[in-house]
Nanobody
Framework: QVQLVESGGGLVQTGGSLRLSCAVS????????MAWYRQAPGKQRDLVAS???????NYADSVKGRCTISRDNAKNTAYLQMNSLKPEDTAVYYC????????WGHGTQVTVSS
């Protein structure tokens, strides 16, 4: 049974940094894409960044230049380094992995205080 567990969220001041981690457990033969999404209260869940098995990265315009997505294939883990955080980055951040189908984690809260 595949499970995704996010960690690394928390409360940070404007301009601060956080590093989120997403660990995929279970029987996994290959992860095609790992991605981070976020959902603020009352808003839809939006893509933040994604990385495929070839290392190709894609970012939302709102985080370009401030966030870096990476993955460690040996550990089946993805990371999201977030710098220069703003109050509008406040949201629950979810990890998604595309394996035989899409799997989601339960999310980790990121709160940026002004």
């Amino acid at each position: 049974q595949v499970q995704l567990v996010e960690s690394g969220g928390g409360l940070v001041q404007t301009g601060g940094s956080l590093r989120l981690s997403c660990a995929v457990s279970g029987t996994v033969f290959g992860i095609y894409v790992m991605a981070w999404y976020r959902q603020a209260p009352g808003k839809q869940r939006d893509l933040v960044a994604s990385i495929n098995s070839n290392g190709y990265r894609n970012y939302a315009d709102s985080v370009k230049g401030r966030c870096t997505i990476s993955r460690d294939n040996a550990k089946n883990t993805a990371y999201l380094q977030m710098n220069s955080l703003k109050p509008e980055d406040t949201a629950v951040y979810y990890c998604k992995a595309r394996i035989d189908r899409e799997y989601w984690g339960h999310g980790t809260q990121v709160t940026v205080s002004s």
